[in-house]
């Protein structure tokens, strides 16, 4: 949908800010989202409950993403983008804030709701806001600017979460939002434009509620099933039921008139093998930072604490690449890196499979280094790829999109890394299928070797690829 022309004198200026403040509000979310698993322990003390009690509120979070992400460009296009930035932006903050204020299960899973609410308004219009500000030869340069701190906060997240954990209280954890949300509002008022649609359309209210109860299902089922104590079969049938309801939607989306998701982007070849099978990858490369945290503690025995401190490692290797992203994509194109870096990604993460207690430190800390080196390049590559030959009226749709598959990427990699957990302990243990297990290294070395190799999936259909895709993005 044709965005109305902006107005705003300070456009030049805005366009070259904005991606900075997509960005920051983009690392308070998934910041948020990855310390919050260390503090669960003490979380549960302070509650007097178990810590799958006060999981109910991650739970809750992620569920209020996946009903809420596709509806975003809907209200952003009818009230404004300005606004339900700011707004989304202002209700994460307040939230946040209820969040370390809670002094019970039920009154923080309520607050996460809230939470979900915002963060599912904030980062997909967000990134909407650079696609239609930004000019095709910055593209590149925006899109790797907002993309980072999806890169490197879950790397980072279990170490700053351990840190404040240990040294103050899992309150700070969600106080850490205010200052980033209190900047971000500023900044919001004075650089990003309030722009709506040209013409109102009608809510596709049928294909609000089939996506969202397809994605519901989804992302709660294969929740369900990273859980060790939860019945496979159970998870799998919740699984099974999501995935009709989706061909479901599907079927409505793809004959109603102006669908609340619009899939005629997945009709732009290059969009659709960065989106589609670049998920497999990204499910694969974001099931590394639940696996190896685990590794780190139950098989190494080291505390939470010092397996954050060795994710760092991770995250210097995802920042050192920042600075090379750009040009390395320039110099051999799109096609080239997500063959040859996607190679490289998939084999950082089987060398995780040859790490024991008894390795050297130096052999470890070069694994986590490669591992963040190639997660870097390939993330930032595959998003970038995804807006090369978006056309104007489709960024709305093609940025929801995008937000939906990587949250239900996010969340489907985690789960992959748990279920080839359990299955490769079902086996080698002889256990079943209830109740929980404690894992071997020979389990943790499996879930690596399986994950490598879907990560590796889609240069299948990298090599498919025009040796020129993205090149007007690429050399602009």
Excluded at 228 to 241: E, F, K, R, S
Excluded at 276 to 303: D, H, T
Aim: include cysteine; aromatic fraction near 10%; charged fraction near 10%.
């Amino acid at each position: 949908m044709q965005a109305l022309p902006n107005t705003n004198s300070n456009l030049g200026k805005s366009s070259i800010v904005l991606p900075f403040i997509v960005a920051a509000t983009y690392f308070m979310e998934t910041l948020d989202t990855t310390v919050i698993a260390t503090a669960l322990p003490q979380m549960a003390h302070s509650f007097q409950v178990g810590p799958n009690e006060v999981s109910l509120g991650m739970t809750a979070y992620m569920l209020t993403l996946a009903v809420l992400v596709p509806i975003s460009a809907w209200i952003a296009d009818r009230y404004g983008t300005r606004t339900v930035f700011a707004a989304a932006v202002l209700i994460f903050t307040i939230a946040s804030i209820l969040c370390g204020c809670a002094d019970s299960v039920l009154s923080f899973t309520a607050a996460r709701v809230l939470q979900g609410a915002g963060g599912a308004m904030m980062v997909p219009v967000g990134r909407m806001i650079v696609a239609r500000n930004t000019e095709q030869k910055y593209m590149m340069r925006a899109i790797s600017t907002i993309t980072w701190p999806a890169i490197v906060a879950p790397v980072i997240g279990p170490s700053v979460g351990g840190f404040i954990t240990t040294y103050a209280s899992w309150h700070w954890v969600f106080f850490l939002n205010i200052p980033f949300g209190l900047a971000a509002l500023t900044a919001i008022a004075a650089f990003v434009p309030n722009q709506f649609a040209e013409s109102s359309r009608r809510l596709d209210l049928k294909g609000f509620l089939l996506s969202g109860m397809s994605l519901v299902s989804l992302l709660y089922g294969t929740e369900l099933a990273s859980r060790p104590d939860t019945n496979l079969a159970y998870a799998t049938a919740i699984v099974g039921a999501g995935l009709f309801i989706g061909l479901i939607a599907i079927s409505h989306l793809r004959s109603t008139p102006h669908p609340i998701l619009n899939l005629a982007v997945f009709r732009i070849r290059t969009y659709r093998t960065s989106v589609l099978w670049g998920g497999f990858a990204r499910a694969g490369i974001e099931a590394i930072p639940y696996l190896s945290p685990l590794l780190f503690q139950i098989a190494f025995g080291l505390s939470s604490f010092q397996s954050g401190l060795l994710l760092l490692v991770t995250a210097i290797g995802n920042l050192g690449m920042k600075a090379f992203t750009t040009p390395i994509i320039r110099r051999f194109g799109f096609r080239a890196v997500a063959i040859g870096n996607g190679t490289l990604v998939g084999v950082s993460i089987l060398a995780f499979a040859t790490l024991a207690p008894s390795t050297p430190w130096l052999q470890l800390f070069l694994v986590l280094f490669a591992y963040g080196l190639s997660r870097s390049l390939q993330l930032s590559a595959m998003t970038t790829l995804s807006y090369a030959d978006i056309e104007t009226d489709l960024k709305s749709a093609a940025s929801t999109l995008w937000s939906t598959m990587q949250q239900m990427t996010t969340g489907l990699g985690i789960a992959f890394g748990a279920v080839c957990l359990r299955l490769s302990n079902l086996m080698h243990a002889g256990g079943n299928l209830f109740g929980e297990h404690r894992f071997a290294i020979t389990d943790f070395h499996w879930a690596f070797t399986v994950t490598a190799l879907l990560t590796v999936l889609p240069t299948i259909a990298y090599w498919r690829l025009p040796h020129d895709a993205g090149r007007s993005i690429a050399h602009g």
